[in-house]
């Protein structure tokens, strides 16, 4: 039988008296890994909360039970300078697209630091072998004094009682669902150290496959959205009546072609449904902000600029049933002079009874404006159904009979 290189006991010991200087170089990783994702919210390219940092430091147990493994005991010669993962940290993110953002800033922020020949492309190498599994991108670091810039006193103050230049460290960039497939075929597949059958490796093989195609169909629903996006807003933009003219059409009369390109920005909004997502970009537009602006008058205020977190479903529900159901007729709404009479009355005698100017957000005005718009009929089964608030209908309704 062969003999291993090295005694799983004094390897046990020697990282236990060094677990101070492991702990502070997980520090060290964890304040750079937080600043590049601080840097990458701050610049818009991921959301504030679309991604979670997990870190740690191997315990003793855990390394124990990795060196003394049947298929390790013989491989390693020096554990604790050839396992990479003493130090680890987790970056995971909703969507591919979010992933790539990350892994590209941590590989360049890194980059001199990089231990390439252990820093693996999983993803890469499935794709090459035509396999599904386990995806996701690593990157293993040498520690660096470099990585200390912009850290705190405290941090570096400790890191000049040790000496972390032959450590590494491994950071696992993934999406959520990358994750739990890891973790699942880690404690199955790996953990158990059991030879799988036929069947349950072909089950394994058919839930990796799913996992991959999920996380790229989410990657294409994420890129459907900021398409949406983009042309909403672009369609809201030239609706907007102060357009300049550009040098090229200069021959063109400028309200005619002020007037085409509304006419061409109507027919994109005719072609935009009616969803919560929708009523959100739109309400967030700015030519849409100055649009609720100007419905402001001597008894009301509106919070132009404080954006809804969620759009309820029964909004969307009372917009259907008055016939609004895309954002050119939503958008008609706000010019509609006889709702718009129908608010102010309202914002008029509501002000009479708090003694001060009313004050509403935009959903509220809309709620205002979709009642008022509203026939008889659906009023009834917009109260009926609960669809907007029941004193705001018995007040409109009031108004409108002297109207």
Known sequence: MAIPFFNPDEVILEYKNNL?????????????????????????????????????????????????????IYVYKYPLREITDLVGAKVMLISLNDEEIVFDALEKHFKNYIDYKNSPDKTKELWEQRKFGYSGRHLVLWYSDDMLNGLSNELKKEAKNYDLSEFRAEIQIKTLLQHVWAEIEHKVRYKAQEFLSTHRKRAFDRLAALTELTDSLFKDLINKEEEFFNTLNQALNEVSPELTTHPQEKQMDDETKKEQIKQNADAKLKNIEISSEAIKIYVANEFIKDCFKRLQSEHLIITYDEEPNTVNFKLIEALYLVGINDINSLHKLLSDERVIKVLHAYAQKESQKIENKLMLQKLSVLQILIYAYADLNQKETIKKKHLLYENICSAIDELQKDM
């Open 20 to 72: 101070k200087a492991y702990d502070l170089f997980e520090k060290i990783l964890r304040a750079n890994i937080e600043k590049v994702v601080a840097q990458i919210v701050e610049d818009g390219k991921i959301a504030k909360d679309s991604y979670e940092i997990k870190s740690r430091v191997k315990t003793p147990e855990s390394l124990k039970g990795k060196i003394t493994r049947e298929d390790k």
